[in-house]
């Protein structure tokens, strides 16, 4: 087979969740597979991730706007490079593509209804992009994946997609992302203390930022210890507007937002974090959460969406809209030595059930079946 990737974003310097899955399921699937040929199409950046390898060919298609790469530029690199099939690994693909088409969706977000506090220019053109392009392409994929069995029943009650279309694929999480001694003191590049929460929050309200900090609020009030509060992707103008807002002056000092954190270094955060806030309203799958617990850092996430399954039953699950009960689990991990060494070896022992490798021959097996059906 001669199989189309995209992955559109993998060079770019700052890199987010969906630029991670892909990049790491063309890793695995370098490793794993010989037979195939695989062509990878980019767009040029800084940082060159992924080498090229007998099988594995690296195609830099120029031109910045998303958009314009994806519904013209990828189309006629795809013509050009004479494939089987063409898989389109970010929730959208072009409208017009002659050959074979295999979607990952990683969430349908775009099909509900927007938070007008969202104010980020890119998150709403975005947005809108998914609205517009979606649906005029689920129509044309052989297969449509998705992350996780919470999402593949929302797709396919929401929009009505065949069951025997739709393939859930779990992600994984690197291999470096385990209990480790921080030699060097990575942490200090981003914080002066041990022991601290850790959430990873922005702008987008489905991150939950701002019950998060009302938590964390609560928390300073009942806690001996006051632990500080590292937070990655957030400003400080965003995170005045929420403390002026909800009266919450107690945390200004204890706040720590040193801004994007680059992914090799999130192993040593992570181990020297106190315990991990993962209080999103609403995930399709959750790498973080993956993370921190294959580091043995214990973990308080949400009731919602997929975070129950990917966290497992064990997992320390609250409701992501009660500051207070947020605000009782930080206290109970800090009051309560058994349960935090309990939550510790839960988190391991859970994280253990994925992996990458999983993911690229799940992957695999779906190329080979869709060109069998050709």
Not at 119 to 146: A, D, E
Not at 240 to 252: G, P, Q, R, T
Not at 260 to 272: C, E, G
Request: aromatic letters at 12%; glycine letters at 4%.
């Amino acid at each position: 087979m001669r199989i189309g990737i995209e992955a559109q974003r993998i060079f770019r310097k700052n890199k987010h969740g969906m630029d991670y899955v892909v990049l790491q399921e063309i890793k695995e699937l370098q490793k794993i597979d010989t037979q195939n040929e695989y062509f990878v199409f980019v767009a040029p950046g800084e940082d060159k991730c992924l080498e090229e390898s007998k099988h594995v060919h690296i195609i830099e298609i120029g031109g910045s706007f998303y958009p314009l790469w994806e519904q013209f530029s990828l189309p006629r690199a795809v013509k050009e490079w004479n494939l089987d099939i063409l898989h389109c690994t970010s929730n959208t693909a072009p409208i017009w593509c002659r050959i074979p088409l295999i979607l990952t969706l990683h969430d349908i977000i775009f099909m509900e209804p927007r938070d007008k506090s969202n104010k980020s220019f890119y998150q709403n053109m975005g947005w809108l992009y998914r609205r517009l392009v979606v649906p005029r392409i689920l129509k044309k994929c052989r297969r449509i994946i998705t992350v996780s069995n919470y999402e593949m029943n929302n797709i396919v009650s929401r929009l009505g997609i065949p069951q025997k279309k739709m393939v859930m694929i779990y992600n994984g999480y690197n291999d470096w992302f385990k209990p480790i001694q921080d030699l060097n003191q990575v942490y200090k590049k981003y914080i002066d203390v041990q022991g601290y929460f850790f959430f990873l929050g922005n702008t987008d309200p489905k991150k939950n930022t701002e019950r998060t900090l009302i938590a964390y609020s609560k928390y300073l009030e009942r806690s001996n210890v006051k632990r500080k509060l590292l937070m990655a992707d957030l400003d400080n103008e965003y995170l005045k507007a929420i403390i002026e807002k909800n009266h919450i002056e107690n945390i200004w000092r204890r706040v720590v937002i040193p801004g994007y954190i680059v992914n090799n270094d999130l192993p040593y955060i992570y181990n020297n974090a106190f315990a991990f806030l993962y209080t999103s309203l609403r995930e399709s799958f959750g790498i973080p959460l993956l993370e921190a617990m294959a580091c043995g850092t214990p973990v308080i996430t949400s009731n919602t969406s997929s975070m129950p399954e990917i966290g497992g039953p064990d997992a320390i699950l609250v409701n992501p809209e009660d500051s207070d009960e947020i605000a009782n689990k930080m206290i109970q991990l800090e009051e309560d030595d058994l349960f935090y060494r309990k939550q510790e070896d839960i988190g391991i022992r859970r994280a253990e059930q994925f992996s990458w490798r999983q993911t690229a021959e799940m992957l695999l097996s779906v190329y080979e079946k869709v060109y069998k059906q050709l």
